[in-house]
């Protein structure tokens, strides 16, 4: 039997060829280090400028293994190798780690993970918007423990607000920015129990429409959550599933355009062409729903009637850069977690893909000078890749060797639990004989589930532009929004900000240089 290191040694003389022959130069690596710390160097003449805007993208799921395969598909997709690529959120000058636990969970959901890292408060499994007070399902224990979102913060402080989703915009993350609810499933009355809606708790989808009433961009999927019970989907008639589900009977479409002031120019459209038939700078306030649930996945997107993440980003910039005061944008690539619960891990990377390319479409749009840009997740799964696998295999590809067990190969992706636990014949389902490169192929996982579950482990935070040198070390989950409160002179912690308006506003000097402008030169020396 073939031993496991002459496996080994036999790939690495396979594999030398795809080595770039630029690689095998010491030359290359030193120089490159050396620009690297030329880099790091400037890197300690801090940004202390006050944020005008900020923009934080959550990619839902998306754990460090994510990050690094997704970087490696960028690449083959470039048909590069993969493994030296740098993906946009690569670029940014500051990482941190985050902690993701709920404060009654060591594992967490996306309900309680958004309640830290946009409202600064640690909560419960599967509640939005409420502190650890509020029991999940417990309607009653959500009166009084309420709590705001940076998004709240931002609208107060006079600036533009908006959502971006390829969820539902009902679904948890971007309900944490405007909702409180004791139930992230509550999308709407109609999934709610009599008792809360008896207690007088109201569904997600209507607190969107009336807890901050004058978001100036919203878009995602979620339409059916909008309309009275089996309205039919203006896209999909005859598809029962996709009807209206409100209870109510409330059109929340109607009460969102009759909240908007007569002389401002509102917009509600369902797909992508009525979106990018718009004009963005004469819009100012923006309703977009794609899909009556999720939007569908990037690889299965429909390019007439669903817009990408980045062209909505595009847009959504477009329309809330008009406001002097600046804007607050809450960018979530939502579906890298539904992949991943199905155990495609195509899908889910694919997604990943398509928000890095929205980082950088927004990167090009904003300035680092008055725009704090923070990329992060909620949590991670148990995705992960390995198996020795050579340079520029194919991400989705199998490993270079056989099972020293059971004598069958195995992809390099695999899961630690989830829906592709296969048994053949007694044994693992030998995956040479299926398309493990399909679209929806399920990768096998160690322990069946019907869905693939998140992970603990904490999750990598980037940032750029005013104060992101905030962003360092390892940091509970919701100190991420203070820091952005921080940053923009918005939220509670604003004693900072007095010298800097008074000096002239976004693009002034950082509080701490402005302080030691002011002391007299004896104090200094």
């Not at 031993?3 to 630029?22: A, H, R």
């Not at 139930?183 to 607190?207: T, V």
């Not at 004989?433 to 192929?441: E, G, Q, R, S, T």
Request: proline share 5%; aromatic share 8%.
């Amino acid at each position: 039997m073939i031993s496991l290191f002459l496996v080994l040694v036999i790939g690495t003389c396979l594999t030398n060829s795809l080595v770039p022959e630029k690689e095998k130069d010491p030359k290359y690596w030193r120089d490159q280090a050396q620009q690297t710390l030329k880099y790091a160097l400037r890197l300690q003449n801090l940004n202390t400028n006050v944020a005008k805007n900020v923009i934080m993208f959550l990619g839902d799921g998306m754990g460090v293994s994510t990050v690094t395969a997704t970087r490696i598909l960028k690449g083959q997709l470039h048909h590069n190798p993969g493994e030296e690529t740098r993906l946009e959120m690569d670029k940014f000058p500051y990482v941190a780690l985050s902690k993701t636990y709920n404060t009654n969970a060591q594992v967490p959901d996306s309900a309680g993970t958004a309640t830290a890292y946009l409202c600064g408060v640690k909560a419960n499994e599967g509640t939005v918007g409420v502190s650890a007070a509020t029991q999940r399902t417990q309607c009653n224990t959500t009166q009084g423990n309420e709590v705001t979102s940076i998004l709240r913060w931002a609208k107060d402080a006079g600036k533009s607000v908006g959502i971006v989703t390829t969820t539902r915009v009902n679904h948890a993350t971007p309900s944490a920015a405007y909702a409180h609810s004791a139930d992230r499933d509550w999308y709407s009355d109609n999934e709610m129990p009599p008792e809360a809606l008896s207690q007088g708790c109201k569904d997600i989808a209507y607190q969107l429409m009336h807890n901050v009433k004058d978001i100036e961009v919203i878009m995602g999927g979620g339409r059916k959550y909008m309309f009275p019970k089996n309205r039919t989907d203006v896209e999909y008639e005859m598809d029962e599933k996709s009807r209206g589900t409100r209870l109510d009977g409330l059109n929340l479409i109607d009460i969102w355009k009759n909240f908007k002031p007569r002389h401002k120019h509102s917009h509600y459209v369902w797909n992508r062409t009525e979106l990018l038939a718009l004009d963005p700078y004469t819009v100012d306030y923006l309703l977009g729903l794609f899909e009556p649930g999720d939007m569908q996945y990037e690889l299965n997107r429909n390019n007439v009637t669903d817009p990408s993440l980045s062209e909505m980003v595009e847009i959504a910039i477009k329309i809330l850069s008009k406001n002097p005061r600046g804007f607050f944008l809450l960018v979530e690539g939502g579906r890298i977690d539904h992949g991943h619960h199905e155990g495609k891990a195509k899908q889910a990377l694919h997604e990943a893909v398509e928000m890095d390319r929205a980082i950088g479409k927004a990167g090009v749009m904003t300035s680092l000078e008055d725009t704090l840009t923070v990329v992060t997740a909620d949590h991670s799964h148990v995705f992960t890749f390995g198996g020795y696998t050579p340079r520029g295999n194919s991400i989705f590809g199998l490993a270079p060797m056989v099972s020293d067990t059971d004598k069958k190969p195995f992809t390099a992706i695999l899961y630690g639990n989830g829906p592709g636990y296969k048994v053949v014949g007694g044994e693992r389902e030998n995956v040479s004989m299926v398309d493990y490169a399909h679209n929806n192929y399920q990768a096998q996982s160690a322990v069946p589930l019907r869905h693939e579950t998140h992970g603990g482990e904490d999750v990598a935070v980037f940032a750029k532009g005013p104060m992101a040198h905030l962003l360092h070390g390892v940091h509970e989950q919701n100190y991420i929004p203070h820091v952005m409160a921080y940053a923009a002179c918005i939220g509670a912690n604003q004693d900072h900000c007095a010298s800097a308006s008074s000096a002239g506003g976004p693009s002034s000097p950082g509080p701490l240089l402005l302080l030691l402008a002011l002391l007299p030169v004896g104090i200094l020396f």
